[in-house]
DNA sequence: AAAAAAT
């Protein structure tokens, strides 16, 4: 107990607030240290190398408590593995750690029951009536006993795209606040609107029986929410509060309605993307920084299918004495979600494609969602599709929150079934029904030489197979650089993604017999 | 040759 605090002195005043001071500085940092961070960390991330099915993969999860570690490197950083035979150690070090996980003197067991995790009978109530859950998944049942029990642990967990990641941080939340508290006590941050909605949707679902009340900013500036709206005069009395990170620092700092001196618990959902640099990283930086001057004594967890290299480390580095659990990028496209590219002789092709050979297929199927790079594609394909008589919706950034709730209540019910879309639904989004994923664009990066957006790509697709299900995703190209660039995310995840001609008109119902959807 | 949030 008393090294607990301890560590909490240090993350009060250590940590974060040096980032602000020397975020100039970390940019150098990453590049001039990355070489071996990460040679440490491809021997600490030990993983089985050919894995035959998802149990087996998500078997193959490697869990390790860094604490040790963290405040070693952050003493003296030229301890840093540096030779073959300490990476050797290193790696047996970590094998053993998969199977005895230690927080202090307490050992972790995988919960292999939601009833080992001593949860409130009204919360399990929740997980039983409400969610239908019998039992934990595996990412759940590896971190549900790190999130619930003390010393309450900060996390920095990868587990694949529809295996359950939500559950584990909803319940995480909803097992540390105190209903009879009225005064925020966990707070859970996401990269878009639609994705705090869904949360929120679980939050409340899940506290059913509780009497746990939730706020989010979604609901804060429209007057038809799904629960209640938050007056920006009102201090918040929920205790689960849920949003985008602009609007929650604003609550905490300008308006002053959030008060953080509660919360014992902070999520970063997606969260690779809200610490990345070119993402929210500023403001979440600022959320968790204020939280922690305010009170210091906040555990911290982050979540997401994906965290590519440089992320991985800002978050080691950033989030202090974390539990981890990392999977390798082989791991992670799943063979449930077959993959296939369509080369198209021009961009005409591609609308040909879309009409005459994926809507007669996907309208049988299910629902599909057609990803493009930018709004204004968004909205052009939208009309060119309805105007040739196919029904469908868009949704993008630049409509207006009422006009994104709309089309997505209506994609939720299953009215529409394609729905054309920017990023803005690449990530999170769960839509069981989703089979078909669409990538009309090839997720690239916004700037020269404009190679591969290999987490994005991952997210996208991740769209459907939820829970296990069975889904398909469909590469269109065009140019060489598609081509290139679809070549690089073959090699990226070790995969062979496999060629469906164009201007065949039985291809794509065999390729998807093959998938098991036709 | 970007998206997201928000100012």
């Not at 001057?293 to 979540?303: D, P, T």
């Not at 198209?344 to 057609?370: H, M, T, Y």
């Not at 669409?438 to 790509?457: G, H, R």
């Amino acid at each position: 107990m008393a090294e607990a605090e301890k560590n909490q002195e240090v993350a009060a005043d250590g940590l974060v607030p040096r980032l602000e001071k020397e975020e100039k500085e970390e940019d150098e940092e990453v590049v001039s240290s990355s070489g071996k961070q990460e040679e440490e960390q491809q021997v600490v991330e030990k993983i089985p190398e050919k894995q035959e099915d998802l149990m087996e993969k998500l078997e193959g999860l490697t869990v390790t408590n860094v604490a040790d570690k963290a405040e070693d490197m952050a003493d003296k950083p030229e301890t840093v593995v540096n030779s073959e035979r300490q990476q050797l150690d290193a790696a047996v070090e970590a094998e053993t750690e998969i199977k005895k996980v230690m927080a202090d003197d307490t050992p972790y067991t995988s919960a292999k029951t939601f009833e080992e995790l001593n949860l409130s009978p009204e919360l399990l109530q929740g997980l039983y009536s409400e969610m239908k859950f019998e039992k934990p998944s595996k990412i759940q049942a590896a971190t549900l006993p790190m999130i619930v029990t003390p010393p309450y642990r900060n996390l920095i967990a990868q587990a694949h795209n529809g295996s359950g990641k939500t559950t584990c941080f909803v319940l995480g939340m909803l097992s540390r606040v105190d209903p009879k508290l009225k005064v925020p006590q966990a707070i859970c941050v996401c990269p878009t609107r639609e994705l705090v909605i869904q949360n929120e949707a679980v939050v409340v679902k899940m506290a059913k029986y509780t009497g746990v009340t939730t706020a989010s900013t979604a609901n804060a500036d429209s007057s038809n929410s799904l629960t209640h709206s938050v007056s920006r005069r009102d201090r918040i009395v929920d205790q689960v509060i849920i949003g985008t990170p602009g609007t929650l620092k604003r609550w905490m700092t300008r308006d002053k309605i959030l008060d953080t001196r509660s919360i014992k618990i902070l999520v970063f959902d997606e969260a690779d993307q809200m610490l990345d640099q070119s993402g929210f990283q500023d403001d979440s930086m600022r959320i968790m920084r204020d939280i922690d001057r305010s009170q210091g004594n906040c555990q911290v967890l982050l979540f997401s299918a994906t965290f590519g290299e440089k992320v991985k480390q800002f978050a080691l580095r950033t989030i202090p004495r974390a539990n981890y659990i990392f999977v390798e990028k082989e791991a992670l496209s799943l063979d449930a979600i077959k993959q296939y590219k369509i080369h198209c002789p021009n961009p005409g092709a591609k609308i040909d494609v879309l009409q005459n050979r994926i809507f007669p297929a996907a309208e049988k199927l299910g629902q599909s969602i057609i990803f493009v790079r930018t709004r204004q594609s968004a909205s052009e394909l939208h009309k060119r599709l309805e105007a040739d008589g196919y029904k469908c919706t868009s949704i993008q950034g630049g409509l207006s929150h009422e006009e994104r709730d709309h089309v997505i209540q209506e994609f939720r019910s299953g009215e529409t079934k394609i729905l054309i879309a920017t990023d803005v639904l690449s990530r999170g989004f769960d839509q069981a029904q989703v089979t078909l994923v669409i990538n009309y664009d090839i997720p690239v990066k916004s700037v020269p030489p404009y190679t591969p957006e290999f987490e994005t790509y991952l997210h996208r697709i991740g769209r459907s197979g939820r829970f296990g299900r069975k889904g398909a995703a469909f590469n269109l190209l065009v140019t060489d650089q598609d081509e290139r660039n679809l070549r690089k995310i073959e090699q990226h995840f070790n995969i062979m993604i496999s060629d469906v001609a164009w201007d065949d008109d039985t291809a794509i119902e065999k390729v998807l017999k093959d998938a098991g959807l036709a």
